[in-house]
Structure formats: C-alpha cells, structure tokens
C-alpha cells in the first residue's frame, strides 16, 4: 500500500487523513469511556497505547507504522483528556452518570 501512495503522491495526505480519523474517533471515546467508566478509564487508554507502540515498533510498513503510531498518540493523549473530562462534567458541561459506582 505505500508503494501505491507514494508512488501517485498521496503518501502526505493518507497519513493526514489517518491522523485526523485517529482524532475524531478519540473524542468521543474518551466522552463514553468517563462516562461509563470514570477514571478508570485511563488505565484502558495506558494500555492501548502502549499496545499500538509496539505495533509500530513492530511493523515494517511506513503507512501500518503511522498508523499505529496515531492510534498510540492518541490513547496516550486520551488520558489527559479523561482527567480533563472528569472536571468538565464537574462543570456541568457534560452529563454525569448517575449509575456509576465510582466518582
């Protein structure tokens, strides 16, 4: 696949594009995942990101590899934002789960 892209140019735009999916998807994770889970949460995205770091450690292909470094970037920084998040519910800017049994 990357011979394909950068063979025709696209090479800079794939990878720009799957940094962007790799954001708007983690958005909404870390909103549902501090919802349902809390803080909890944060070990979830620990663990993701150190997954898909070695995923793109572990890869040859460039495209896989950035990729999986996206993803990774993106677990990581998730854990920040779920604290973030905690404080925006506090707010009142984002609903608080009732049902939960944790803070």
């Known amino acids: 696949m990357t011979d394909f892209l950068q063979h025709y140019h696209l090479l800079g735009l794939a990878v720009g594009f799957v940094v962007f999916l790799c954001i708007g998807i983690f958005h909404p994770l ?3 995942a501090e919802y349902y889970w809390g803080q909890r949460s944060i070990w979830a995205f620990a663990v993701a990101g ?3 770091t070695a995923c793109s450690l572990g ?3 460039f ?3 950035v990729v999986f470094g996206g993803l990774a ?3 990581f920084w998730s854990i920040g934002e779920i604290k973030k998040q905690k ?3 506090e707010k009142g800017w ?3 789960n009732p049902n ?3 803070p």
Do not use: E, G, L, W
Request: charged share 25%; glycine share 0%; hydrophobic share 40%.
């Open 100 to 102: 939960r049994k944790n």
């Open 73 to 75: 970037a993106s677990s």
């Open 50 to 52: 150190i997954v898909f």
């Open 94 to 96: 984002f609903p608080n």
């Open 30 to 32: 870390v909103i549902k």
């Open 59 to 61: 890869t040859t292909d």
């Open 63 to 65: 495209f896989a590899s």
């Open 87 to 89: 404080k925006r519910v």
